[in-house]
C-alpha cells in the first residue's frame, strides 16, 4: 500500500511538468543539417508551386495588390464582388500575415542558429536562411510601417534575431529594421548562394537588398550597387519580352525569381480561379489613357484587350527591368536628371517601336487627375517624376507593383464609387496595415499603427 | 482508522494529480484586459455628393462608349 501511495505521490509531483514547458524541447527541434535543410526547402517548394504567400506571393496575392490600385476600375458597374472594392475591406485578412511571417522567421532563425558554416552545401542553407529572412522583414516593413519620411521618427517592426517562442520583440525604428534587413542582404550574399535550387542566390539577395535601399532611400548605395547590376540584367528585346511575360511555368529572360516553376493540380486550379477573377474588374481608362503610343508600346496588347480586360498573365515574380527603374530614380534624386532621364528613354526604346526620345526640355506636364502628387520626399510631383513613375505602372501592370508605389509616394487618398451607390474611400492610413490585434492585445507595449484604434 | 487515513491521502494525491495542469490556463494576459474582438472595423461607404456623382457617370459613360455596351 506504501508504495502504492508514493507511486502516485511522485506521479503527483511530476506529472505534469513537461505540459508547464513552453519551448518544445526535445523532439520537436530538428537537429540534422537534413532537418535544417527541410525547413529551408519547405518554403522554397511553395514558391516553386505558387502556394507561397509571404516571400512573393501567388496569383491570387498579386491580384488583390493590384485590386485596390487605380490601375483597375471598381467605379464601372455591372461587375461582380470577386475582388475587394477597396483596401479596407482586405485589411483584417492582410493583418494575419504578420503572424505567419514571424512564423516564418521563427523557423529560419533555428536554421540559422544552429547550421555550422563548415561545407558548401550548409553554405547555401545559410545564405538562402538569411536571404528568406530579409525578404520577410522587408515584406513586413512595406506592410506594417508606414513609409519612410526622411523627417520623421518611423516606426519599424519587432525584430526577432533568434529562436525564442517566447519572446515578445517590441517594435524597432524604420531605421532599426533597414539595418537588419540589409545585414540579412549582405550575409547572404557573402554566402554566394550557387546551387539554383535553392533559388536565393546572389544575384536575388542583391536584388532585395537594391530594394531595401530603395525603399530606405538610401540612394547613394542603390547606385553603388546597382551600376555595375543592370549590366548583367540588360533590358529584353520585343520578342523576348512578351515570351518571359507570357511563361506561366518557365523563369525566362531577366528574371531572377518567380512563382509557379513548378504546377500540380491544385495550384493550377488555383492560377486559373485567379486568372477569371482578373476579368471581373475592368482597367481603368487612366491607366489606358498613360499608353500614348497605343499599340506601337507592346506592354499596350500585352497588358489589356479592347474590352478593358486585363491579358497580361498573372505571376509573382522579380526581374531585371525593375533594377533598372530603381537606379533611374535613384539618380533622380541625386541631381543626376540626364542620367535618370537616360534611363527612362532606353527601356522605352525596347517597349515602344520608333520611340521618340524624351529630352529635359519635352518632358509631358504632370496632369491634375494624376493620383500621385508628391514624390517619396514629400515634393511635388516633377514632370520627370511624372514620366518615370507613368513608365513603371505600364512596365508592372499585374505584377504587384503599383500599390507600394502609390504607398512609398505620398500615400494618397482615393475613394471609388460602388455599384451600391456608396463612396469608399482609401485613407492615407490605410496603406500601413494593422499590427496583428492579438498580439497587440496581449504584448503591452507593442503600438498598433495610426488609425487603427478601437 | 489506518486504511481511512490512506484513502485521504489517496484522494488528495488524486485530486493533485487532476488539477494540477490547470494552472498554465490561468495564466492571465501581461494586460489583462484581454479584447473580445480580433478584427478591427474599417470604414464603411457613405452616400457620393453630387459632383462625385458626375465623375462617377462620366465614367461609367466612357465605358459604355469605348466598349460599345448598352445596360
Given at each position: 500500500?506504501?508504495?502504492?501511495?508514493?507511486?502516485?505521490?511522485?506521479?503527483?509531483?511530476?506529472?505534469?511538468?513537461?505540459?508547464?514547458?513552453i519551448?518544445?524541447?526535445?523532439?520537436?527541434?530538428?537537429?540534422?543539417a537534413?532537418?535544417?535543410?527541410?525547413?529551408?526547402?519547405?518554403s522554397?517548394?511553395?514558391?516553386?508551386?505558387?502556394?507561397?504567400?509571404?516571400?512573393?506571393?501567388?496569383s491570387?496575392?498579386?491580384?488583390?495588390?493590384?485590386?485596390?490600385?487605380?490601375?483597375?476600375?471598381?467605379?464601372?458597374?455591372?461587375?461582380?464582388?470577386?475582388?475587394?472594392?477597396?483596401?479596407g475591406?482586405?485589411?483584417?485578412?492582410?493583418?494575419?500575415?504578420?503572424?505567419?511571417?514571424?512564423?516564418?522567421?521563427?523557423?529560419?532563425?533555428?536554421?540559422?542558429?544552429?547550421?555550422?558554416?563548415?561545407?558548401?552545401?550548409?553554405?547555401?542553407?545559410l545564405?538562402?536562411?538569411?536571404?528568406?529572412?530579409?525578404?520577410?522583414?522587408?515584406?513586413?516593413?512595406?506592410?506594417?510601417?508606414?513609409?519612410?519620411?526622411?523627417?520623421?521618427?518611423?516606426?519599424?517592426?519587432?525584430?526577432?534575431?533568434?529562436?525564442?517562442?517566447?519572446?515578445?520583440?517590441?517594435?524597432?525604428?524604420?531605421?532599426?529594421?533597414?539595418d537588419?534587413?540589409?545585414?540579412?542582404?549582405?550575409?547572404?550574399?557573402?554566402?554566394?548562394?550557387?546551387?539554383?535550387?535553392?533559388?536565393?542566390?546572389?544575384?536575388?539577395?542583391?536584388?532585395?537588398?537594391?530594394?531595401?535601399?530603395?525603399?530606405?532611400?538610401?540612394?547613394?548605395?542603390?547606385?553603388?550597387?546597382?551600376?555595375?547590376?543592370?549590366?548583367q540584367?540588360?533590358?529584353?528585346?520585343?520578342?523576348?519580352?512578351a515570351?518571359?511575360?507570357?511563361?506561366?511555368?518557365?523563369?525566362?529572360?531577366?528574371?531572377?525569381?518567380?512563382?509557379?516553376?513548378?504546377?500540380d493540380?491544385?495550384?493550377?486550379?488555383?492560377?486559373?480561379?485567379?486568372?477569371?477573377?482578373?476579368?471581373?474588374?475592368?482597367?481603368?481608362?487612366s491607366?489606358i489613357?498613360?499608353?500614348?503610343e497605343?499599340?506601337?508600346?507592346?506592354?499596350?496588347?500585352?497588358?489589356?484587350?479592347?474590352?478593358?480586360?486585363?491579358?497580361?498573365?498573372?505571376?509573382?515574380?522579380?526581374?531585371?527591368?525593375e533594377?533598372?527603374?530603381?537606379?533611374?530614380?535613384?539618380?533622380?534624386?541625386?541631381?543626376?536628371?540626364?542620367?535618370?532621364?537616360?534611363?527612362?528613354?532606353?527601356?522605352?526604346?525596347?517597349?515602344?517601336?520608333?520611340?521618340q526620345?524624351?529630352t529635359?526640355?519635352?518632358?509631358?506636364?504632370?496632369?491634375?487627375?494624376?493620383?500621385?502628387?508628391?514624390?517619396?520626399?514629400?515634393?511635388?510631383?516633377?514632370?520627370?517624376?511624372?514620366?518615370?513613375?507613368?513608365?513603371?505602372?505600364?512596365?508592372?501592370?499585374?505584377?504587384?507593383?503599383?500599390?507600394?508605389?502609390l504607398?512609398?509616394?505620398?500615400?494618397?487618398?482615393?475613394?471609388?464609387?460602388?455599384?451600391?451607390?456608396?463612396?469608399?474611400?482609401?485613407?492615407?492610413?490605410?496603406?500601413?496595415?494593422?499590427?496583428?490585434?492579438?498580439?497587440?492585445?496581449?504584448n503591452y507595449?507593442?503600438?498598433?499603427?495610426?488609425?487603427?484604434?478601437? | 482508522?489506518?486504511?481511512?487515513?490512506?484513502?485521504?491521502?489517496?484522494?488528495?494525491a488524486?485530486?493533485?494529480?487532476?488539477?494540477?495542469?490547470?494552472?498554465?490556463?490561468?495564466?492571465?494576459?501581461?494586460?489583462?484586459?484581454?479584447?473580445?474582438?480580433?478584427?478591427?472595423?474599417?470604414?464603411?461607404?457613405?452616400?457620393?455628393?453630387?459632383?462625385e456623382?458626375i465623375?462617377?457617370?462620366?465614367?461609367?459613360?466612357?465605358y459604355?462608349?469605348?466598349?460599345?455596351?448598352?445596360?
Open positions: 500500500m506504501k508504495s502504492f501511495l508514493f507511486i502516485i505521490l511522485a506521479f503527483a509531483c511530476f506529472a505534469c511538468s513537461d505540459y508547464l514547458d519551448k518544445p524541447y526535445g523532439k520537436t527541434i530538428p537537429t540534422t537534413e532537418e535544417f535543410e527541410a525547413i529551408i526547402h519547405t522554397l517548394d511553395d514558391l516553386d508551386y505558387g502556394r507561397d504567400n509571404m516571400l512573393l506571393g501567388d491570387y496575392d498579386i491580384l488583390m495588390l493590384e485590386a485596390y490600385t487605380d490601375n483597375i476600375d471598381a467605379n464601372i458597374i455591372g461587375q461582380s464582388r470577386s475582388l475587394p472594392v477597396y483596401v475591406e482586405r485589411l483584417n485578412t492582410i493583418m494575419t500575415d504578420y503572424t505567419r511571417y514571424y512564423s516564418l522567421i521563427k523557423d529560419v532563425n533555428l536554421v540559422i542558429d544552429n547550421v555550422s558554416k563548415n561545407d558548401t552545401l550548409n553554405k547555401n542553407i545564405g538562402t536562411a538569411h536571404a528568406i529572412r530579409g525578404v520577410a522583414y522587408l515584406q513586413l516593413l512595406r506592410t506594417f510601417s508606414p513609409a519612410y519620411n526622411p523627417e520623421k521618427v518611423v516606426m519599424g517592426v519587432p525584430l526577432v534575431k533568434s529562436f525564442d517562442i517566447e519572446e515578445q520583440a517590441l517594435r524597432s525604428t524604420f531605421d532599426e529594421t533597414v537588419y534587413i540589409v545585414s540579412d542582404f549582405k550575409q547572404a550574399i557573402d554566402f554566394n548562394v550557387s546551387f539554383s535550387e535553392f533559388r536565393f542566390t546572389c544575384d536575388v539577395a542583391k536584388f532585395y537588398l537594391a530594394r531595401t535601399y530603395f525603399w530606405s532611400q538610401q540612394w547613394s548605395q542603390l547606385i553603388t550597387l546597382l551600376e555595375p547590376l543592370i549590366d540584367y540588360p533590358l529584353l528585346e520585343a520578342a523576348a519580352y515570351d518571359m511575360l507570357n511563361q506561366i511555368n518557365t523563369l525566362t529572360g531577366n528574371t531572377l525569381l518567380k512563382s509557379y516553376i513548378y504546377s493540380g491544385s495550384t493550377s486550379v488555383s492560377y486559373s480561379g485567379t486568372d477569371k477573377m482578373k476579368i471581373s474588374r475592368p482597367v481603368s481608362a491607366f489613357n498613360l499608353f500614348v497605343k499599340e506601337r508600346d507592346i506592354r499596350y496588347a500585352l497588358s489589356f484587350n479592347d474590352q478593358r480586360e486585363t491579358t497580361k498573365i498573372l505571376n509573382a515574380r522579380i526581374r531585371g527591368a533594377l533598372h527603374f530603381m537606379l533611374a530614380e535613384a539618380y533622380l534624386h541625386s541631381e543626376l536628371q540626364e542620367s535618370a532621364l537616360n534611363i527612362i528613354n532606353n527601356i522605352r526604346d525596347k517597349r515602344i517601336e520608333d520611340n526620345h524624351f529635359m526640355d519635352n518632358l509631358p506636364e504632370v496632369p491634375d487627375n494624376y493620383i500621385i502628387k508628391h514624390d517619396c520626399i514629400g515634393n511635388e510631383l516633377t514632370p520627370l517624376e511624372y514620366l518615370l513613375f507613368t513608365e513603371r505602372q505600364k512596365e508592372f501592370f499585374m505584377e504587384g507593383d503599383r500599390w507600394w508605389e504607398k512609398r509616394n505620398g500615400s494618397p487618398e482615393f475613394y471609388v464609387i460602388w455599384t451600391d451607390g456608396l463612396k469608399y474611400t482609401t485613407f492615407n492610413y490605410m496603406y500601413t496595415a494593422p499590427i496583428y490585434k492579438q498580439d497587440v492585445d496581449l507595449g507593442l503600438i498598433q499603427n495610426e488609425g487603427y484604434e478601437e | 482508522m489506518k486504511v481511512m487515513k490512506n484513502k485521504g491521502i489517496i484522494i488528495a488524486l485530486v493533485c494529480l487532476l488539477t494540477a495542469c490547470s494552472q498554465v490556463d490561468e495564466e492571465p494576459p501581461a494586460r489583462n484586459q484581454v479584447s473580445s474582438t480580433t478584427t478591427y472595423t474599417m470604414p464603411y461607404g457613405i452616400p457620393m455628393s453630387s459632383a456623382r465623375i462617377y457617370e462620366q465614367k461609367n459613360q466612357e459604355k462608349d469605348a466598349l460599345g455596351v448598352n445596360y
